[in-house]
């Protein structure tokens, strides 16, 4: 991470020459510009940078979208201000003499936050948990595939018949990680020397699938380190001629890609989770027990910011280490919620989000869920022991991004939560997304009916 003063040091010395200035959209990809340092700390610094509102309703092609109220085309399509957070600035080690830093979206005229920013939501939750005594700590675990061969050649091939880097099942496979240390020593390296502290990675149940893991922290500066993660393994993967996908669902045959979202709240700097009440096998505090039964309670409602494309929900199959249905349960990773850690370690770990998911919505969600469950003095129900794959009685995640944007648009909690505003930009983009879906003709449709309807 860098200060003010050590930015200017390094410019002028040489050794920066660029400040990349960005935010997140929709999907949680970085947006935003490069900047000559010197010009960033004349005049960056002080007045931000601007970019164009359309970002904000753009599909993943960078199509502008119609229909939304907040940037359109009747409205001419103008600026938004982006506000450099300092404390976000970092040297960006996979990049040639750069720096980074992330920034929150304001309105040009009245410098207010934009509120349908994925920051902004963030920001507004944390300030409600702020109001409690609270800070939410976070930590997101991603999965990923990667192939040989270059993003540009598998753009070309279609995206199919890809060479994953390893030809056997991985899952913490030392001889199978070996072959990808070039890569993934690099990726440990430049994140450390980046401001993004590295815990471990390892080889996943998939062909050619691993796990990167990074420390926790509080909840935005978390959403931030998962940002620059995802900027910089891909930016990595290109420069070794390598394809890299974050997809939730990269083949029928293979395992999904997961982003598990572990939380806590602390207050006083303390565990607030920690205590001596039981909770089925658990001990901890009523907190905790109010906390893990609103994420029980809120969790249909708020699904499209926890799997938010359609492809998000081909991820959740049986005995695939994805859940399917919605229950609590004691390190058991076939339910959708995981109770780990003692005392001060004590957590939930939401094991529903996909390695698609924007964390900045995925995190608001998850807060403003279990905060709704300590105001209201919720308790979860029975802690599950056993197969949640072979339950029938429990409630399932949904099947689809239709399903589950219904059950968020018509929630009259949700828009308490989080506004009419951002629901109706979030359900206009979410429907988007699954028109977008029901229009495509896929490659299963005609192997299927080519030769024999």
Request: charged residues 25%; glycine residues 8%.
């Amino acid at each position: 991470m860098l200060t003010r003063s050590e930015l200017a040091e390094r410019v002028e010395a040489g050794a920066l020459e660029t400040v990349v200035v960005a935010f997140t959209d929709h999907y949680g990809r970085l947006m935003g510009k490069r900047f000559d340092a010197r010009f960033f700390l004349a005049e960056v610094l002080a007045h931000g940078a601007h970019a164009c509102d359309y970002l904000l309703t753009v599909d993943v092609e960078m199509n502008p979208v119609p229909g939304y109220a907040f940037a359109n085309w009747e409205r001419g399509y103008g600026d938004f201000h982006l506000v450099p957070d300092l404390a976000t600035l970092r040297v960006a080690s996979w990049l040639e003499r750069t720096a980074l830093v992330l920034c929150d979206v304001h309105d040009v005229e009245t410098h207010a936050p934009v509120a349908v920013a994925p920051r902004t939501i963030l920001r507004r939750q944390l300030a409600r948990a702020a109001e409690l005594g609270f800070t939410a700590l976070c930590a997101s675990e991603l999965e990923y595939y990667l192939y040989r061969g270059t993003q540009r050649q598998a753009l070309e091939r279609g995206f199919r018949g890809l060479e994953p880097v390893g030809h056997t099942l991985e899952d913490y496979d030392l001889r199978q990680g070996a072959r990808t240390e070039p890569f993934h020593a690099a990726a440990r390296r430049h994140l450390a020397a980046s401001g993004v502290p590295v815990e471990s990675s390892k080889g996943e149940w998939g062909l050619g699938q691993h796990e990167l893991n990074v420390r926790y922290t509080e909840a935005l500066a978390m959403a931030d380190r998962h940002a620059v993660f995802k900027q910089c393994l891909k930016e990595l993967a290109d420069q070794q001629g390598l394809a890299l996908t974050f997809m939730a669902k990269v083949a029928a045959e293979q395992a999904g890609s997961s982003c598990h979202v572990h939380m806590s709240l602390a207050r006083a700097g303390e565990s607030a989770f920690a205590g001596d009440e039981p909770c089925g096998p658990v001990r901890g505090s009523a907190i905790f027990r109010h906390f893990l039964a609103g994420w029980l309670a809120r969790a249909p409602d708020l699904m499209p910011f926890l799997a938010p494309t359609v492809n998000s929900y081909k991820r959740f199959q049986s005995a695939s280490w994805a859940p399917t249905r919605l229950a609590w349960s004691h390190d058991n990773r076939t339910a959708g919620f995981r109770v780990v850690g003692v005392d001060q370690s004590l957590r939930v770990e939401c094991r529903i989000p996909g390695a698609d998911a924007n964390p900045y919505l995925a995190f608001a969600a998850l807060l403003a869920a279990g905060l709704d469950g300590i105001e209201r003095g919720l308790e979860p129900p029975p802690c599950f022991a056993g197969d949640v794959y072979a339950s029938r009685e429990l409630p399932r995640v949904p099947g689809s991004l239709r399903d589950a944007l219904a059950g968020f648009e018509q929630s009259a909690w949700v828009r308490q939560t989080f506004g009419d505003e951002v629901v109706g930009h979030y359900a206009h983009f979410f429907r988007s997304e699954w028109e977008a879906w029901e229009k495509a003709v896929t490659d299963w449709e005609r192997q299927r009916y080519f030769e024999r309807i």
